[in-house]
């Protein structure tokens, strides 16, 4: 079963608006980690944000922020002030306490940011 | 900045060929990784290993072993490439026991079967 739900294949933002990127998760797991990652066209990962299931503030890192609503099992990337570079594709993901460090991947969001 | 490296970046190869992915780290990371992306597409996990002489498969079946004699290397093997296994291959890292840090990934190798 799919674990990791991102239901927006694409996505178009103006550059300097904010855009907001749906991710939601199932796991039975008391304690799990959820990261986002960005895949520019060159095709590496590059890691933006991090929330642990027991945190208690949302995650924030510059520009990037998580909307983490653990009762919905929802962690939403929130990207402010959007820049032309910011164009890529982006990825949720989540580690499992029992899942020996193993992360599981939506299908990603492709975000296009217009001048 | 990610010590982990991938060579080589793009490979063309014949059907039938074998073929071996590269994956180095210098991180002296215990577990790696290697997952299969086709484009635009979601990254799925076709081999891990926890260390040194351990390997598993991953939760996508992939034709491809892997070994880890040392712990900085991780290759993927193709015995005899087919257009079919035409994807990106990602190579990454992490910490052990270590919940809250991220996987490092490579650059990766984005394969092409003609």
């Known amino acids: 079963a799919q674990k990791i739900t991102q239901t927006q294949p694409g996505m178009f933002v103006q550059e300097k608006e904010a855009v907001t990127l749906d991710c939601t998760y199932d796991?039975?797991?008391?304690?799990?980690?959820l990261f986002w990652y960005k895949q520019p066209s060159s095709g590496e990962m590059i890691f933006l944000i991090y929330?642990?299931?027991?945190?208690?503030q949302n995650a924030t890192e510059g520009r990037y922020s998580l909307n983490f609503q653990k009762a919905r099992k929802s962690a939403n990337l929130v990207i402010s002030a959007s820049q032309l570079g910011d164009s890529a594709m982006y990825f949720c993901a989540m580690r499992e306490q029992n899942s020996w460090g193993k992360l599981q991947f939506g299908a990603g969001t492709q975000v296009v940011v217009t001048p | 900045e990610a010590d982990i490296y991938q060579t080589p970046r793009y490979l063309v190869i014949g059907t039938g060929k074998k073929i071996t992915l590269e994956c180095s780290q210098t991180m002296g990371h215990d577990k790696m990784y290697w997952y299969q992306q086709d484009p635009g597409m979601e990254l799925h996990l076709i081999h891990y290993?926890?260390?040194?002489?351990?390997?598993e498969k991953g939760d996508l079946s992939s034709e491809s072993t892997v070994s880890r004699i040392r712990t900085e290397h991780f290759p993927l093997t193709l015995e005899s490439a087919r257009p079919s296994h035409t994807s990106q291959y990602l190579c990454?890292?992490?910490?052990?026991?270590?919940?809250?840090?991220?996987?490092?990934f490579g650059q990766g190798t984005r394969l092409t079967v003609v």
């Open positions: 990454a890292s992490s910490e052990s026991n270590s919940m809250n840090t991220e996987a490092f």
């Open positions: 929330q642990g299931s027991y945190d208690q």
């Open positions: 290993s926890y260390g040194v002489n351990s390997t």
């Open positions: 796991t039975s797991d008391p304690s799990y980690g």
